[in-house]
């Protein structure tokens, strides 16, 4: 009993440190609106692995990867979709 509380403690406190680590590039990329130095293709990549994490802990019922996955799937959603919108052609004004 022991063991399986402490595993799901692990997931939880791994999820909350890589949730975390997204929170400050949202918040610069968000008020600054500065998003040259971010890489697009890298984001398309994370996302990509988020869906699939997220698919991989529906399967096994790992709550702990769902609920991170489907947060960070939405964190860099957010810095993906501010990079797109930053690069279009009508936000350059051209």
Do not use: H
Request: net charge positive; charged share 10%.
């Amino acid at each position: 009993m022991t063991e399986g509380w402490a595993i799901g403690l692990l997931g939880i406190v791994a999820g909350l440190c890589t949730t975390g680590s997204f929170v400050p590039q949202v918040v610069k990329a968000w008020r600054d609106g500065e998003t040259s130095a971010i890489s697009t293709r890298m984001y398309v990549i994370i996302s990509v692995a988020f869906v699939l994490w997220l698919g991989y802990g529906l399967v096994i019922g790992s709550w702990p990867i769902i609920i991170f996955n489907v947060l960070n799937l939405g964190l860099s959603g957010v810095i993906l979709f501010l990079k797109l919108r930053a690069a279009s052609p009508r936000r350059r004004g051209a």
